[in-house]
């Protein structure tokens, strides 16, 4: 793998508290799994981030989007967000700003004629347990709006970890809307029940993880020899980028 730390001009990014690259990156690397072909750690102002994000986005899907929060938003009457800025401040009240996004190739076949969309994983310190959990049990509350049938979901506990939450979507590229918050600490979600499971076994001591690949914990001490420090870090596997990218 290669490592590069840098800032970012992004939205959310510029003027948040830098990190020391090689705790904040062996941290994220000692929890994903091999495999993972590329990491990114950043703290963030999550509100400017996500907004940022979704100002890219067409505005005819910005306004799917919103479409979809009202439909799913009105099987749970407690649970008043209506509009994509609305969510953006929920989940600004449920997590903090210290996120980590992996990407890693598909572990399944792709329909003809689907457009193949990497597994990704989001993870990120719980800010209010409460809060995550009102966006989680509403997301499951409106699962038909999302297409999914309440037979298709599933849930498996690991203890003391957690429980592992899983909504299938009707997408062919994808397997679903899959998370659990680790320890009630640290909120990891993904678009891949495989991808979060080995992610929870890599926690827990019992899967291999990418900081146990070669080189990677040279890497990381030659940043800590340095003192290199920055609020956006990468790592990237290229051989296995290169199968996302093909």
Do not use: C
């Amino acid at each position: 793998g290669e490592g590069l730390s840098s800032a970012s001009a992004r939205g959310g990014i510029i003027g948040s508290d830098p990190f020391l690259v090689h705790e904040r990156l062996g941290s994220a690397l000692s929890l994903l799994p091999k495999g993972t072909a590329a990491v990114q750690v950043m703290n963030v102002d999550l509100t400017a981030f996500l907004k940022s994000v979704v100002e890219g986005l067409d505005p005819e899907l910005v306004k799917l989007i919103n479409e979809t929060i009202r439909g799913v938003s009105s099987w749970t009457p407690t649970f008043n967000v209506n509009n994509v800025s609305q969510l953006i401040a929920e989940l600004d009240r449920a997590l903090a700003g210290r996120i980590t996004v992996a990407l890693r190739p598909l572990d399944h076949e792709i329909p003809p004629g689907a457009q193949p969309v990497p597994a990704l994983a989001f993870i990120a310190p719980i800010r209010d347990l409460r809060a995550w959990d009102a966006i989680a049990q509403a997301t499951i509350n409106g699962n038909q709006v999302l297409g999914v049938a309440s037979e298709e979901m599933w849930q498996q506990g690991y203890g003391g970890l957690g429980t592992h939450k899983v909504l299938p979507l009707p997408v062919a590229s994808a397997e679903g809307l899959s998370w659990i918050v680790l320890e009630g600490e640290t909120l990891v979600f993904t678009t891949d029940p495989d991808f979060t499971h080995e992610i929870i076994e890599a926690y827990g001591g019992r899967g291999s993880a990418v900081l146990a690949g070669s080189g990677v914990q040279e890497l990381l001490d030659s940043y800590q020899d340095r003192g290199i420090r920055g609020n956006v870090a990468a790592w990237v596997d290229a051989p296995q980028l290169e199968r996302i990218l093909d």
